[in-house]
């Protein structure tokens, strides 16, 4: 990515991570189809991996066609698109990435999972309890501001949400967002 890129999408999430949490920035929520839009980030992701390194399965459940919760579709393609990204910028050498969707009777839930090489379990509990946790990843060749979990978690939280932090069963690092319907 070009330096000027990088700076452009800095600059970016300086502005949505501020935004949410002073309430700068007004939701634009409607009633949205989370299944949709998560469907959406997934094949423009599928369509962006030339090299087959970071191959994405759908384990959505094939009878549910829909999960209808009130929210800013933007926001939530953004926080989805960040736990994407972040599985692709921890795992150099390719990881495959698990994707599903799911219900209960009060929410909607939306698992992000790789197989790549995970978290420990002191930094996933940093992670699920330090608000404003920066890190500068120095196992990759190139500098993470991290401002993306910052901003799922933020948006998550303005819809009334959750964000659990954990490891996934396929053996590396699983994030489950939950958002009432």
Partial sequence: M????RI???????NLASKPE???????????????????????FMNMDIEEKYP??????????????EADGDLLKRAVENLIQNSINH????????????????NCMIYI??????ASERLIEQLNHTPHYMVCDTSTSEQ???LGLLIVKQIISAHSGTVRIGKSKY???KVVLTIPK
């Avoid at 999972?113 to 995970?118: C, H």
Wanted: hydrophobic fraction near 35%; aromatic fraction near 6%.
């Fill in 2 to 5: 070009k330096q000027s890129n």
């Fill in 8 to 14: 452009k999408n800095l600059i970016t999430d300086l």
């Fill in 22 to 44: 002073y309430d700068m920035q007004p939701l634009k929520k409607r009633q949205e189809n989370a299944i949709a839009i998560v469907r959406q980030v997934v094949v423009a």
């Fill in 56 to 69: 994405i399965i759908w384990n959505t459940d094939e009878n549910l066609s829909s999960c209808i919760i």
């Fill in 91 to 106: 795992n150099e050498n390719g990881c495959t990435i698990f994707i599903s969707v799911a219900e209960d009777a009060e």
């Fill in 113 to 118: 999972e790789d197989d790549g090489i995970g």
């Fill in 144 to 146: 993470r501001h991290g």
């Fill in 171 to 173: 053996g590396g690092f």
